[in-house]
């Protein structure tokens, strides 16, 4: 690669889809979500299988089917819902800002024209930086979505989106 060649713009104006790679970000925290109410849920059987006065039974099937079933049904979850998240998130940036796209179930649209951002921000968690994303946060002017994140971006792409969404002139205009 030449290294006289600038980079392309990220205002291309062409809808994007998120990075793969953010699925394993979002299914890695599943599994510790999912991990922690597992673990919370035998606990709460179990309590209930030892002090609550019914049939040994019904003991039996909370801690033989109720518990088998609900934890199969957290980790399906856990592992699938990811993908079908990513398959709904995309994000559009142009010269006029950017418009983002979530949600599966309630889904929802949201414009950031440049002159409305404040600030913006990428950070990283631990599993984003394993895996080289990020998230971009940014910060505009009013009270309804003053706090816009997007993540599962590529870290350098983030880091650029959030220089392009900077307004220039360097002046500190209000």
Do not use: C
């Amino acid at each position: 690669m030449d290294v006289s060649e600038p980079s392309p713009s990220v205002a291309d104006g062409a809808e994007h889809h998120l990075d793969p790679r953010a699925v394993t970000v979002d299914r890695i925290a599943g599994w510790i979500v999912f991990g922690g109410m597992a673990l919370a849920q035998l606990i709460a059987l179990a309590l209930v299988a030892i002090f609550a006065p019914i049939p040994l039974w019904v003991k039996m099937g909370l801690l033989g089917l109720v518990w088998p079933a609900a934890a199969a049904g957290l980790a399906w979850l856990a592992h699938q819902w990811p993908v079908v998240a990513h398959r709904h998130a995309s994000y559009r940036v142009d010269d006029e800002g950017i418009e983002i796209k979530q949600g599966v179930i309630w889904r929802r649209v949201i414009n950031v024209p440049r002159s409305r951002v404040q600030h913006t921000d990428v950070s990283q968690g631990p599993i984003e930086r394993s895996v080289g994303l990020g998230t971009l946060v940014i910060f505009t002017a009013g009270t309804e979505h003053a706090r816009v994140q997007l993540h599962g971006l590529d870290h350098g792409l983030a880091l650029r989106i959030r220089d392009h969404l900077l307004l220039s002139g360097g002046g500190d205009d209000v």
